[in-house]
Nanobody, 129 residues
């Protein structure tokens, strides 16, 4: 049974940083892509960051490029999202999610990320002064 448990969200001032963690179990990371999408109130879900379980290649949505970094620790079965220089428009619930295609991060646009996988309960990120 696939399980994804997010942590690390919170309230931060503009320009601040947060690191989200996703502890996962129930599947072999090599066979999947894993990453994060977010959803703000009244908005559609938006793919944020993605990492291939097979080769570790990464990709980020344009609004977060240069500010967010995704990484994985296979030994700990954990994926991280380091978020720097946060902006009010980053405010959303962030979900850790999987995709059955380990190449989707680099072969497809963010629109197609994580459509067929599992996701966790989400963690709230609020950027406000």
């Amino acid at each position: 049974q696939v399980q994804l448990v997010e942590s690390g969200g919170g309230l931060v001032q503009p320009g601040g940083s947060l690191r989200l963690s996703c502890a996962f179990s129930g599947f072999t990371l090599d066979d999947y892509a894993i990453g994060w999408f977010r959803q703000a109130p009244g908005k559609e879900r938006e793919g944020v960051s993605c990492i291939s379980g097979s080769d570790g290649s990464t990709n980020h949505a344009d609004p977060v490029k240069g500010r967010f970094t995704i990484s994985r620790d296979k030994a700990k079965n954990t994926v991280y999202l380091q978020m720097n220089n946060l902006k009010p428009e980053d405010t959303a619930v962030y979900y850790c999610a999987t995709d059955s295609d380990p190449t989707i991060c680099t072969d497809y646009s963010t629109t197609y990320w994580f459509l067929d996988g599992s996701w966790g309960q989400g963690t709230q990120v609020t950027v406000s002064s």
